[in-house]
């Protein structure tokens, strides 16, 4: 009998700002066009996603402005480096009323929200749009985030991590426990909207966070979102093995990317999950040409506009070092963050003899691509996919230009071939993204399934 092999799930990775994370241009003149704050131009991008067939339109998002770099912000400001930036969840909110199946999904860390009123925005979301957003868990690596949001410091990497388990334990607890599957019966001649008896305070007491009540809203179709989570490091592979459904993995190759899914799937198979359970996503620019030449050419062009102040404004801020004051040449060696620590492990695993510059470390980090035609782009995908990767975050790097002959060109082939879907299959974002494999809500080895109550409401 042949095996199918398994599709690849596509996202478009970009951000509510003039440019999206590290690579795009704003000023590139293919990208000039696009207003981010015109509404037309996000549902005209987010259609042409869903006519696709994308399985999701993704949000990178962060509470502050890129600041380490030279000790300021003016390099983020004049550049306009993920800067300013909008509440991608309230133009999530816009985008869901001119689509139909694409999914919608955000980062969102754990300190700009008290989890309370953040679980009040999840389920308003998942009802606007039917159960099609989900939510990548973060911990903001931000200095200037935690104190404008009240911390006299940002958390270390444990302790952040400690506090996101605390986070996502409260959420389960309103979302998923507060109302019994049966608390809603809309029962007119009795006037009763939903039964009392089975309706409960969470009465959650732990280290950082007290919330005795019980949740604002009626249960929505998935409950709680899709869950991404993009930490790699160690800390972080433990976290997303206890509660991911997605992983954004930084790999510099496919053998790379294989090194951490097997890692990843053993922590699941440890703690009662299983392999099945969790898809691994990797972000790439992709350039497309009619040929090969084209595609190089293109690419070379971007480059003119690819400004390296920039650059180094984003990678200060998520390497918390400011590297105006480093040698950008010098190796990296074993140096230690306490921001983004899973892309140093996967670069460290890339070159083991620690020969990587600050400067590769840079260029690795922010313009990572894929270049060529539509078929060597689903050749190089193919390689992705048969690591054990089971989704790409396209980004691109002349705005909505790349993404529209990706669309045009790319599809296409990776259809014919069998790397994409060619139709939505029916249900919530969770039930697209698992094939049908799962139901709306997570499934019973999550531990989320633990905080629901019996349906007899005892």
């Known amino acids: 009998m042949t095996v199918t092999p398994e599709r690849l799930r596509f996202t478009h990775f970009t ?40 399985d999701g339109f993704f949000w990178a998002d962060h509470s502050s402005v890129h600041d380490v770099y030279q000790s300021s912000y003016t390099t983020a400001v004049r550049e306009a480096m993920q800067f300013p ?10 985008l869901a009323t001119s689509t139909k199946d694409l999914g919608f999904a955000f980062s969102a860390n754990i300190i700009q929200d008290h989890p309370y009123a953040f679980a009040r925005r999840l389920s308003t979301l998942d009802h606007i749009t039917r159960g099609r957003i989900g939510w990548n868990v973060v911990t903001s690596f931000q200095p200037s985030a935690w104190r404008n949001l009240g911390h006299d410091q940002v958390g270390g990497h444990s302790a952040r991590y400690e506090q996101a388990e ?18 809603v019966v809309r029962d007119l001649e009795e006037r009763i909207y939903a039964d009392p008896a089975k309706v409960h305070p969470i009465q959650h007491q732990g280290k950082y966070y007290n919330v005795p009540g019980i949740h604002t809203n009626e249960p929505s179709a998935q409950r709680v979102p899709f ?19 997605a992983l954004f993995i930084f790999a510099h190759n496919p053998n790379a990317a294989r090194s951490v899914i097997t890692d990843v799937r053993s922590r699941f198979q440890e703690l009662g999950r299983r392999t099945e359970d969790v898809l691994f996503f990797v972000h790439h620019n992709i350039v497309v040409g009619s040929t090969e030449e084209e595609a190089k050419r293109k690419s070379a062009e971007a480059d003119e506009y690819l400004s390296s102040e920039a650059l180094l404004a984003f990678s200060s801020s998520t390497m918390g070092t400011d590297l105006s004051q480093i040698d950008l040449d010098s190796p990296v060696g074993n140096f230690e963050t306490n921001a983004l620590q899973g892309q140093f492990r996967a670069l460290a695993e890339a070159a083991p003899d620690k020969s990587w510059t600050f400067r590769e470390v840079v ?54 071939r069998g790397l994409m879907q060619s139709e939505y299959g029916p249900g919530t974002f969770r039930e697209k993204m698992f094939d049908g494999t799962t139901g709306p809500r997570l499934n019973d080895r999550h531990p989320a399934a633990r905080q629901r109550r019996p349906h007899n409401g005892s």
């Open 15 to 54: 951000s509510f700002a003039p440019a999206g994370p590290p690579g795009p241009m704003w000023d590139h003149p293919k990208a000039r066009d696009f207003d981010y704050l015109n509404i037309d131009h996000w549902v005209k991008l987010a259609q042409a996603l869903e006519a696709a067939k994308f």
């Open 166 to 183: 605390e986070y996502l334990t409260v959420l389960y607890k309103l979302l998923e426990g507060s109302w019994e599957d049966d608390a």
């Open 85 to 94: 930036l909008g509440d991608p969840l309230s133009l999530t909110a816009a």
């Open 363 to 416: 260029m690795a980090m922010t313009t990572n691509r894929i270049v060529g035609t539509p078929e060597q782009i689903a050749d190089e995908l193919e390689q992705w996919r048969d690591a054990g990767v089971r989704g790409i975050n396209v980004g691109s790097i002349t705005g909505p230009d790349d993404t529209y002959a990706f669309l045009e060109h790319a599809v296409p082939v990776l259809q014919e």
């Open 227 to 245: 869950l991404f989570q993009a930490g790699t490091s160690k800390d972080g592979r433990a976290f997303a093995a206890r509660n991911a459904e």
